[in-house]
């Protein structure tokens, strides 16, 4: 059980959340682990050019992100029911110093081997920091109060991204490689310090041990799914004997996995959370969210530099539009929900954004100018920003309080995932598409030039021939328009279910009568937590 009883000097809010000026304090620190997480990707993958031409292993060189990716993804589910078993706070420390251990030696790292190994440790630890700081913020603060925190979340999402690649520039040109990985260790050290500080939760012991078998059946079927998006169309045909056998490891750990579930004393993903309606519906808005805001942040940048002529150096400025309408719109979210505890306008709304700014960059070509196409990521920002932080609002708000680690850690699953058959899927036809035109305008030299990859970079595209080059731009607009056009088929499906979300009374806020009967009618009440 939560401690009852307010810390000295630090007044409740009646509600089981803390003024807002006792949780900035504990903010702070999940902030710096939130920003760990996700700059470490964007910093790496600037870097990677120098420490292929220092450690060599160029054929190795996308197991250096596949191999973060995987192990973040195969542990978000167990960290969120480690913490409901034994407490946030151990959980979230433990995460926190695998991540810079993972950091340390990753920068110490001899050959590409060794890298590759020492980034899956720091994937290990990532996957517990977004868990840990979306479920202790939602111990901390009751969901009526927590939108006006979701900015924060965006801002730290918008500023990771935009300058994720410009840090890891810098740091690479005059510090060196390895400190891409070293620059980890004082943010880390000054969110433990922080967190071990202020940040004080009520300690839990599970009589029940855990569900190693459930770890390990969820643990193959992620890294299945995962490695067939990754290596399906690129390292493997897709109807390839490797790419099947994934697939069929998958789905048979998979289906293995829930059947497990319902035979667990304490199964590592409760199956009864997903029968809350609004759950499920969040799960699959999310899911999709992640399909749709990771394929742009990949091809908005290739068309800029392809086709606009943009500068690959501040490749994350060029999603600046999109960026702040999502940091605006945020905002904006959360403050409407805590002061109204109104939310349900905002996933119809964002449905109808996505859909539209999805439709909007699937008409540019070789004319669209920069305004333009900064016009339309706005747009498809407006709508992402309307969904990102209230899907995971709503998804904790539907569970009980001592789910709330695994309901945090399934809706950054979902979204996880959706990112990985979002780029997969899309980046497919993307790929499909612009060999074809390749072919058509240009020949076998099109055709060849595609041949290997059919997203070149600068260096190869200052190559070719001025036909050939014009030649790839009509093929990069065609390609996007692809992409984008079925983005926004797929979208469709947020509106839809944002239809029939449950307008449930967001815990920590006055219930009236007319509100009728709860999606979470049995979920605790937001427990009065000691913040400082």
Not at 117 to 125: I, N, P, S
Request: charged letters at 10%; glycine letters at 12%.
């Amino acid at each position: 059980m939560a401690d009852t009883e307010s810390a000295p000097g630090v007044e409740s809010n009646g509600t089981g959340g803390k003024k807002p000026r006792s949780v900035r304090v504990v903010l702070l620190a999940l902030m710096i682990a939130m920003m760990l997480a996700m700059l470490d990707n964007m910093i790496v993958g600037t870097a990677m050019p120098t420490i292929v031409g220092e450690l060599g292993g160029l054929e190795q060189l996308s197991w250096v992100v596949t191999g973060y990716t995987l192990a973040t993804a195969a542990a978000t589910p167990i960290w969120g029911k480690l913490g409901d078993m034994y407490g946030r706070k151990a959980t979230f420390l433990t995460s926190i110093v695998i991540f810079l251990i993972g950091s340390a030696l990753s920068g110490m790292a001899q050959n590409m081997g060794e890298l590759i190994g020492f980034r899956a440790v720091q994937g290990l630890g990532a996957g517990g920091l977004m868990v840990g700081v979306m479920a202790i913020i939602g111990d901390l603060v009751p969901p009526r109060e927590r939108g006006k925190y979701t900015g924060m979340m965006a801002g730290v999402m918008a500023l990771a991204m935009i300058g994720g690649p410009l840090v890891g520039g810098t740091i690479t040109d005059n510090w060196g490689w390895r400190w891409s990985f070293y620059i980890n260790l004082p943010l880390g050290a000054v969110a433990l310090a922080l967190v071990s500080a202020v940040l004080h939760l009520p300690k839990k012991r599970s009589k029940v041990g855990i569900d190693y078998l459930g770890v390990v059946l969820l643990t193959v079927g992620i890294t299945s799914i995962v490695l067939v998006t990754t290596w399906g169309g690129s390292e493997y045909a897709w109807t390839s004997a490797r790419i099947m056998e994934l697939i069929g490891i998958g789905v048979a750990a998979l289906v293995g996995f829930v059947f497990w579930q319902t035979k667990a004393a304490e199964p590592v993903l409760p199956l009864h959370i997903f029968r809350s309606r609004n759950f499920t519906l969040m799960s699959g808005i999310g899911f999709i969210t992640g399909f749709v805001m990771f394929g742009a942040t990949l091809f908005l940048p290739l068309y800029q530099q392809s086709v606009q002529g943009a500068s690959a150096t501040n490749s994350g400025l060029l999603l600046l539009p999109m960026l702040g309408a999502m940091l605006v719109t945020s905002m904006i979210s959360g403050r409407v929900t805590t002061s109204t505890g109104r939310y349900k306008v905002f996933p119809v709304a964002g449905g109808v954004l996505m859909i539209t700014g999805l439709y909007l960059l699937s008409t540019m070509d070789t004319g669209t100018s920069r305004l333009t196409s900064g016009v339309f990521m706005a747009v498809l920002g407006l709508g992402m920003g309307c969904l990102m932080q209230i899907t995971m609002l709503v998804a904790q708000n539907s569970v009980q309080m001592k789910d709330m680690g695994v309901a945090s850690s399934s809706a950054t699953l979902f979204r996880t995932l959706g990112s990985s058959f979002g780029v997969a899927v899309m980046g497919a036809l993307f790929n499909h598409r612009v060999q074809d035109v390749m072919a058509e305008r240009a020949g076998a030299l099109g055709a060849k030039v595609t041949q290997r990859s059919a997203q070149l970079d600068a260096a190869s595209l200052r190559k070719l021939r001025p036909a050939a080059r014009e030649a790839y731009q009509h093929a990069v607009s065609s390609g996007t328009h692809s992409a984008f056009l079925l983005g926004a088929i797929i979208a469709v499906a947020v509106l839809v279910a944002a239809f029939f979300v449950k307008e449930v009374p967001l815990r920590g806020g006055p219930q009236k009568p007319e509100d009728g009967p709860a999606d979470n009618a049995d979920a605790a009440p937001a427990p009065v937590v000691e913040a400082v």
